[in-house]
């Protein structure tokens, strides 16, 4: 039994599910063809011995959803019913990220305001030992259209958008009577630091979520881009793989 999958754009062991420190584990594997996708969500209770597969599977326009649900597995079995649904998306996990290095853009490529904002993410990245991350074109022109969206309806609304049919981190701002640099977004981002406690992985009082996005050890590409007229401004930062998996803020938030 191949005990190798792929979840984002690394390999892990299988049985590290039945590892791990947590009491629950969430995993995502999505695959996408022409317009439609599936994605198997898998959540593990290490404590009550319980493994549930949601299974989406739908278009563009709407989803369906089944769900599996398995109850007092010995550790093969965990192992089986895991790579029973995994082993489906393993070509295209790799696909995805081989046509991610395959467009990797000169810096020159992207404007100033996205190399302003790729400098200020890995400014504050570098202060939490993790590695850089890049500009992705087409992370950009996904934001881009849903930057322009923003200032058509003047809201800030998440959008959920999914890049090559998989969840992407997506934090927002706004401002209005100056255009921001490229840096100032990220800084009010970062700025939620405060309200963060790195022991716990958890918020003292406030919003986090932008902040743990920027940092988050496993994001690896970025879409920046800014939309504005008549000195209102909207700004959307698109992260992949995505960022704020609940059980994982320790290992990927860290502390120096």
Same mark, same amino acid.
Request: aromatic share 14%; glycine share 6%; proline share 2%.
């Given at each position: ?5 792929i979840y @984002? ?5 299988t =049985? ?25 969500? &898998?959540?593990y ?37 895991? =790579?029973?649904y995994?082993?489906k998306?393993? +070509?295209? $996990?790799? !696909?995805i &990220? ?7 853009? =000169? #810096? +020159? ?8 904002? #790729? $400098?200020?993410?890995n400014?504050? $990245?570098?202060? $939490? /030992?993790?590695?850089?991350i890049?500009? @992705?074109?087409? #992370? ?8 322009d /969206? ?9 959008? /959920? +958008?999914? &890049?090559?049919?998989t969840?992407?981190? !997506? @934090? ?8 921001p ?19 716990s992985?958890? *918020? ?6 932008? &902040?743990?996005?920027?940092i988050?050890?496993? *994001? ?8 504005g007229? +008549? ?12 960022? @704020?998996w ?11």
């Amino acid at each position: 039994m191949g005990k190798s999958k792929i979840y @984002n754009e690394y390999h892990i062991e299988t =049985n590290k599910l039945l590892e791990s420190p947590q009491t629950t584990d969430i995993y995502e594997i999505s695959q996408k063809e022409n317009n439609s996708f599936t994605t198997y969500l &898998f959540i593990y209770d290490k404590q009550n011995a319980h493994l549930s597969i949601s299974i989406y599977e739908g278009n563009d326009n709407s989803y369906e959803s089944t769900s599996k649900s398995i109850t007092n597995l010995g550790p093969e079995e965990i192992v089986e019913n895991y =790579n029973e649904y995994s082993a489906k998306c393993l +070509d295209y $996990r790799k !696909e995805i &990220f081989s046509l991610i290095e395959q467009s990797d853009a =000169n #810096l +020159d490529d992207f404007t100033q305001f996205q190399q302003e904002g #790729l $400098r200020m993410n890995n400014k504050y $990245r570098e202060t $939490r /030992h993790v590695q850089e991350i890049k500009l @992705n074109k087409e #992370l950009c022109e996904i934001a881009q259209k849903y930057a322009d /969206h923003l200032l058509e309806i003047k809201n800030m609304q998440y959008s /959920h +958008d999914r &890049f090559k049919g998989t969840a992407m981190g !997506e @934090n927002l701002y706004t401002c209005s009577g100056f255009k921001p640099d490229g840096g100032e977004p990220v800084t009010n981002w970062y700025d939620e630091i405060k309200v963060y406690d790195f022991k716990s992985g958890r *918020s003292k009082g406030g919003a986090i979520g932008h &902040f743990t996005q920027v940092i988050w050890k496993d *994001s690896k590409y970025l879409g920046m881009v800014i939309s504005g007229k +008549d000195n209102e401004y909207f700004v959307v930062a698109n992260y992949f793989p995505e960022g @704020n998996w609940d059980g994982k803020y320790i290992e990927n938030v860290l502390e120096k």
